[in-house]
């Protein structure tokens, strides 16, 4: 009986424990394997390459998030994929986040700054983020709550940021090229 009230405990007092992450990705020669604990406020994603030209050591990214999801897409079109890796917080906002790196014509993986839209533009907030890449185009899209939403039901319609893959002076950088209020 002890043992049955301790489970029970367990399980209420670590509800949103996640399961590792561990995934292998492949496109056109290169493919990288990625893992992680997912341990909510303290995790490590790994990220080994094989198939780079130059560089194929492992990369160990230090984040409080859970990882979710990860995928590759050539999302400037030129032969060579970029790494998305989707991230979030545990918890009923799911609070999304994504991590990309570019394989540089598949020589190496280096990280690319995703930038931040102006505050105004995330009024009424909430998480529950969406990432995909499509038409050479990240995409994030969130559902806008109003005053007096729940969390489980949003009124304010989805806001959508597109970004394109620009080079900056020392990094790869997804600019925000299109906002959309639908």
Same mark, same amino acid.
């Given at each position: 009986?002890?043992? =049955?009230?301790?489970?029970?405990?367990?399980?209420?007092? &670590? %509800?949103? $424990?996640?399961? +590792? &992450?561990?995934?292998? $990705?492949?496109?056109?020669? &290169?493919?990288?394997?990625?893992?992680?604990?997912? #341990? !909510?406020?303290?995790?490590? =994603?790994?990220?080994? !390459?094989?198939?780079?030209?130059?560089?194929?050591?492992?990369?160990? $990214?230090?984040?409080?998030?859970? #990882?979710?999801? *990860?995928?590759?897409?050539?999302?400037?079109?030129?032969?060579? !994929?970029? $790494?998305?890796? #989707?991230?979030?917080?545990?918890?009923? /906002?799911?609070?999304?986040?994504?991590?990309?790196?570019?394989?540089?014509?598949?020589?190496?993986?280096? +990280?690319?700054? =995703?930038?931040? %839209?102006? %505050?105004?533009?995330?009024? /009424?907030?909430?998480?529950?983020?969406?990432?995909?890449?499509?038409?050479?185009?990240?995409?994030?899209?969130? +559902?806008?709550?109003?005053?007096?939403?729940?969390?489980?039901? !949003?009124?304010?319609?989805?806001? @959508?940021? @597109?970004?394109?893959?620009? +080079?900056?002076? *020392?990094?790869?950088?997804?600019? #925000?090229?299109? =906002?959309?209020? &639908?």
């Amino acid at each position: 009986m002890k043992s =049955i009230l301790f489970l029970l405990a367990a399980i209420c007092v &670590f %509800p949103c $424990l996640a399961a +590792p &992450f561990d995934q292998t $990705l492949e496109a056109g020669g &290169f493919s990288v394997h990625i893992t992680s604990p997912n #341990i !909510p406020g303290k995790n490590t =994603i790994t990220l080994l !390459p094989t198939g780079l030209k130059s560089m194929n050591s492992p990369l160990a $990214l230090e984040v409080e998030e859970l #990882i979710v999801r *990860a995928f590759l897409e050539d999302a400037d079109g030129d032969n060579s !994929p970029e $790494l998305f890796l #989707i991230l979030t917080n545990p918890g009923s /906002g799911s609070y999304g986040k994504a991590l990309s790196y570019s394989t540089n014509g598949k020589k190496a993986l280096t +990280p690319i700054v =995703i930038d931040e %839209p102006d %505050p105004k533009h995330l009024e /009424g907030y909430m998480g529950h983020d969406e990432f995909t890449v499509m038409e050479n185009t990240l995409v994030r899209r969130f +559902p806008i709550y109003e005053k007096g939403d729940t969390n489980a039901s !949003p009124t304010g319609g989805w806001r @959508q940021f @597109q970004y394109k893959l620009k +080079p900056g002076e *020392a990094a790869w950088h997804f600019r #925000i090229d299109r =906002i959309e209020t &639908f």
